[in-house]
C-alpha cells in the first residue's frame, strides 16, 4: 500500500512540473526566431519535454 501511494506521489509531482514547464512564462522564452536545423527552438522544447515526461512516467511507474 505505502509503494503505491508513493508512485502515485510521484506522479502528481511530475504531472505539477509539467504544467508548470509547459505554461506561459516558461514557454514564452523559447518563442524566439532561432533554430536548430531547421526546427523552431519553440518546438524541440514542447516536444523534448513531452518526450522526458513520457520516460519520467514510464521509470516511475515500472520502478
Not at 19 to 33: A, G, H, K, Q
Request: charged share 10%; net charge positive; hydrophobic share 65%.
Amino acid at each position: 500500500m505505502i509503494k503505491a501511494t508513493l508512485t502515485g506521489q510521484r506522479l502528481v509531482a511530475l504531472f505539477l512540473l509539467g504544467w508548470v514547464l509547459l505554461n506561459y512564462p516558461t514557454l514564452s522564452m523559447f518563442d524566439v526566431e532561432r533554430a536548430w536545423l531547421g526546427v523552431p527552438a519553440i518546438y524541440l522544447y514542447v516536444f523534448g519535454l513531452w518526450a522526458a515526461v513520457i520516460a519520467l512516467m514510464a521509470w516511475i511507474i515500472e520502478r
